[in-house]
């Protein structure tokens, strides 16, 4: 494609995802649909440039003043995904200079909220929960990590296969791939090719999932023959790596309020090989669908609906999207729904409650509500439960941190996107 039609396609993109009406994949999604005569490289150049703009965008913002021309198509310069050769090929002398100009910018030279590119409020609520951990130095790494894309992990199903031998495929169809240093289940890969006609894909033998999900998947430790829910089911990760590991035993139900995102686990479903799933949408957290399993349930996920700002690598749209006001609405739902997830276990089941956001708000101060209201709960360490489980030792942000109950995830020093759990055991 020339640079110059490539460059108007992205500053258009730039403009759609910049309305936040809808998630930028979405968005990104329906704009590839109505454009289907572009190839895969000019996919990844679009998508990239327009996530460029969205993780950088208070940078980018306070760069383009000193340009001109459209707003959007000075962003979509500054934020261009390929050599800058290719894009400068198409420019004005004076928009040469002003790219050059604003690439020469070091971080030193600009001010706070050009350099962490997030929302005052979530800018100030991370350095004083960071702070609160003894954690103040890693601010910076942290929204630095927030502001990279992230790697393509991939979930070996091994109710098919061992991950050795399917590295070993990757491998023999050009993908080249490490071993996660956490999950047991995960391949890294080096690029992002297409997976959709790969083998191993289409039989169900890998899915993509970040290795920091694998783990809350891995935490539940759900075993052969029990009754399992996952309560925010979703498109169903987490659900068909537990699946596995019941060895497709058991019964799983799959539990979600959208009955849309089950559709999305169904053909999932099918390519993993597992008979013991059972997807169920439902109205609320208090279905009587929820009431007839009360106290039946062995284990309980409750990856429950939150901010997702621990996903900013890949959606970085969030931090613009979300508000304050927002996350207060969030805290009411999650406490509702850990309550009602919580009535389903039986005597001495596992209650695993996890979000993938960075808030405090959303994670601690959920779970220790919950404990306080329920005595019959007991808290256990998860180090000791990963431990157990032979994952290798997590390094902590902190030694506050090191010595909590909770397992937290971190972007700059897991190489996961942030993600919180808690688990309990309810008394027999």
Request: with cysteine.
């Amino acid at each position: 494609m020339h640079p110059q039609i490539l460059l108007e396609a992205c500053t258009e993109l730039v403009r759609q995802v910049l309305l936040f009406e809808h998630p930028a994949d979405q968005v990104v999604s329906r704009f590839f649909r109505d454009h289907r005569n572009l190839g895969p490289r000019e996919r990844a150049t679009l998508a990239e440039t327009a996530f460029n703009v969205l993780r950088h965008k208070l940078r980018f913002e306070y760069l383009a003043r000193a340009g001109s021309g459209a707003r959007e198509r000075r962003l979509a310069i500054l934020g261009f995904y390929g050599p800058r050769d290719f894009v400068k090929s198409v420019l004005s002398d004076k928009e040469k200079h002003w790219l050059d100009a604003s690439d020469a910018v070091s971080d030193e030279q600009l001010m706070e909220q050009h350099r962490h590119n997030l929302p005052d409020w979530l800018a100030q609520s991370l350095k004083i929960e960071m702070g609160a951990m003894g954690a103040e130095a890693d601010f910076w790494p942290l929204v630095a990590s927030l502001n990279q894309s992230a790697p393509l992990d991939l979930r070996v199903n091994d109710f098919k296969g061992k991950r050795s031998a399917l590295q070993k495929e990757l491998k023999k169809a050009g993908m080249a791939s490490t071993e996660t240093p956490y999950s047991p289940w995960g391949l890294r890969l080096a690029e992002k090719p297409s997976l959709t006609k790969l083998d191993a894909f289409t039989r169900g033998a890998i899915e993509v999932q970040d290795e920091g999900s694998q783990l809350l998947a891995l935490l539940l430790d759900a075993h052969r023959g029990e009754m399992v829910v996952d309560f925010c089911a979703g498109a169903g990760g987490k659900t068909l790596a537990i699946g596995a590991s019941m060895r497709s035993t058991g019964r799983l139900y799959a539990f979600d309020t959208s009955a849309h995102r089950l559709d999305a686990l169904k053909p999932r479903l099918a390519r993993s090989g597992l008979s013991n799933v059972h997807p169920a949408a439902i109205a609320h957290e208090r279905d009587e669908r929820v009431k007839r399993l009360s106290g039946k349930i062995d284990r309980v996920l409750v990856d429950a609906p939150c901010s997702g700002l621990g996903t900013l690598r890949r959606n970085p749209d969030l931090k613009w999207r979300q508000s304050p006001q927002a996350i207060e609405e969030l805290t009411v739902k999650q406490t509702a729904i850990l309550q009602s997830a919580a009535r389903l276990l039986k005597p001495g089941g596992r209650l695993v409650y996890a979000t993938c956001s960075l808030l405090q708000a959303e994670n601690e101060a959920i779970a220790q509500a919950f404990s306080e209201a329920h005595p019959d709960f007991v808290l256990l360490p998860v180090g000791a439960l990963l431990e157990g489980l032979k994952v290798p030792p997590l390094p902590a942000i902190s030694e506050a941190a090191a010595s909590s109950p909770y397992l937290r995830l971190w972007p700059h020093l897991h190489a996961t996107d942030a993600f919180f759990a808690a688990v309990w055991q309810k008394k027999p």
